[in-house]
Nanobody, 126 residues
Framework: QVQLVESGGGLVLPGGSLRLSCAASGRTISSYSVGWFSQAPGKEREFVAFINWSGWPTTYADSVKGRFTVSRDNAKNTVYLQMNSLKPEDTAVYFC???????????????????WGQGTQVTVYS
């Protein structure tokens, strides 16, 4: 199993930016596809972004298209989520999750993933 640790969350004003990191250990992240999910208080965990094990394709929730970018640096065993033009409604705990490259699915469902990080809080306040 791969272990995942998110970092980079924090407090930011609307319009600001954050870069979240998902650092892997135990296994090389290069053989895993990775998804980012968010969970606001009292809400279900929601899909945010996906990057295939090969680096392509990437997919995004409609609410973040054009603002968020997912990328990976296999040499650093890390996947990133660049978050720009942040809005108050982006406030949530953000989780990264990994699934083995051999698993199918579009990567947008939490049940597709076996490995999860502990989450990092993002708060956008006005």
């Amino acid at each position: 199993q791969v272990q995942l640790v998110e970092s980079g969350g924090g407090l930011v004003l609307p319009g600001g930016s954050l870069r979240l990191s998902c650092a892997a250990s135990g296994r090389t992240i290069s053989s895993y596809s990775v998804g980012w999910f968010s969970q606001a208080p009292g809400k279900e965990r929601e899909f945010v972004a996906f990057i295939n094990w090969s680096g392509w394709p990437t997919t995004y929730a409609d609410s973040v298209k054009g603002r968020f970018t997912v990328s990976r640096d296999n040499a650093k065993n890390t996947v990133y989520l660049q978050m720009n033009s942040l809005k108050p409604e982006d406030t949530a705990v953000y989780f990264c999750a990994a699934r083995d490259y051999s698993r199918g699915g579009n990567g947008q469902n939490a049940y597709e993933y076996d490995n999860w990080g502990q989450g990092t809080q993002v708060t956008v306040y006005s």
